[in-house]
């Protein structure tokens, strides 16, 4: 039997928010069998907070079983194909790099307001190359973003432990993704190094709490940054991008505008006029 997606409630407030919170997207028997792989990559006792001896550990990618289970539930699909379009995202693989949070009296120095870029032009140069990229030297500051979000359809926020407010839970600009569009219109297609910081200072702020298994899906343009560990527990949170798998368009002359692509006009001040795929 289909899984029915999004409700078109839920799709407005995506549209208006920027993000959209999934309870029990994927089973929490995954989120604790990932966590104990986790927690084997991070050298670290669970059971001896004496070992957690830095604010913050960032992991590569994963993309054992219980990863790539958890990241392609019924529910999931059927929410990419409702946000961004049916056809238009790839499967995701693997969860990208895991930043776990511990409870630290020091501040972890990432914390700062940002959009997550999408591209880098010498990753694209060099696709199908990567192993001969010097990383030592490597400017990891020249990922960019561009109006279209070339290499980002979302920003996903996988939890893989409970989250309450005291556990570094994401902060979240509410809104944010309507102040950024104008300021990556006029940088064309190349796109640049943009923040939204500045631009979304006015909006509310909520916190990706949730219980483990939960997925919040946002707006790639969503201002969103991190926080000190306040609380007791460690924090296990993926972040991936949900790649698509063809350009984002902000010109359908027969309408199928995605929720995604409905924001970017919102932000620009063009509203189509159209509810997501009111239009055949």
Known sequence: MRTEGPTDEQVERFIADGFLHLEEAFPRELADEA????????????????????????????????????????QLHAAFDRLVGPGRWREVMGLG???????????????????????????????????????????????????????????????????????????????????????????????????????????PIALATGRAGDVYLCHPFLVHGAQPHRGTRPRFMGQPPLVPSTKMRLHRPHGRYSPVEISILRGLGRDPGLAPWEAA
Do not use: C
Not at 47 to 74: G, H, I, K
Not at 115 to 142: T, Y
Not at 143 to 150: D, G, P
Not at 187 to 199: A, C, I, R
């Open 35 to 74: 966590r104990a792989i986790m927690w084997e990559a991070t050298g670290k006792d669970p059971d001896d907070p004496t070992t957690w001896d830095e604010p913050v550990v960032r992991l590569d990618s994963f993309a054992q079983r219980p990863f790539y289970l958890a990241a392609n539930t019924d």
């Open 97 to 203: 790099t895991f930043p776990v949070r511990f409870p630290h009296p020091q501040d972890p120095g990432d914390d700062g307001w940002h959009i997550d870029a999408g591209w880098h032009p010498e990753l694209v140069r060099m696709a199908g190359r990567e192993h001969q990229i010097d990383w030592a030297s490597f400017d990891w500051g020249g990922f960019r973003t561009n109006l279209r979000s070339r290499g980002r359809a979302l920003l996903m926020l996988f939890l893989f432990s409970d989250v309450e407010a005291d556990d570094a839970p994401t902060r979240i600009r509410v809104g944010s993704h309507l102040d950024v569009p104008r300021s990556l219109e006029p940088l064309g297609e190349e796109g640049g190094n943009v923040t939204g910081e500045q631009e979304s200072m006015h909006r």
